[in-house]
Nanobody, 126 residues
Framework: QPQFVESGGGLVQPGGSLRLSCAAS????????VGWFRQAPGKERETISC????????LYSDSVRGRFNISRDNAKNTAYLQMNSLKPEDTAAYYC???????????????????WGQGTQVTVTP
């Protein structure tokens, strides 16, 4: 059964860094685009980044571009989100998801994604 397990969340001060991991099991991550999403209390889930299965090219939302870096290690069946210069407004539950569709460009629309992890909480506070 396909599963995604996120880890790496926690409590961090503003300006700090965290690296989130997303380990896939039950499917071969190399064939899938991977997206990272977040949801703060009372807000809709938003897309923050995705990475292509074809060539590893990333896309970022304006809110995280220049601070976050998405990557993947297909040999480990794992994707990552390196988060730097964290701000209090980055506080949210973070989710990874995967989709297998054609095309070299990963989709930013969360509706495309099939397999979702359970989420990991990131809290940025002084």
């Amino acid at each position: 059964q396909p599963q995604f397990v996120e880890s790496g969340g926690g409590l961090v001060q503003p300006g700090g860094s965290l690296r989130l991991s997303c380990a896939a099991s039950g499917f071969t991550l190399a064939y899938y685009h991977v997206g990272w999403f977040r949801q703060a209390p009372g807000k809709e889930r938003e897309t923050i980044s995705c990475i292509s299965s074809a060539d590893g090219s990333p896309l970022y939302s304006d809110s995280v571009r220049g601070r976050f870096n998405i990557s993947r290690d297909n040999a480990k069946n794992t994707a990552y989100l390196q988060m730097n210069s964290l701000k209090p407004e980055d506080t949210a539950a973070y989710y990874c998801a995967a989709v297998r569709v054609g095309g070299s460009r990963c989709p930013l629309e969360k509706g495309w994604y099939d397999y979702w992890g359970q989420g990991t909480q990131v809290t940025v506070t002084p």
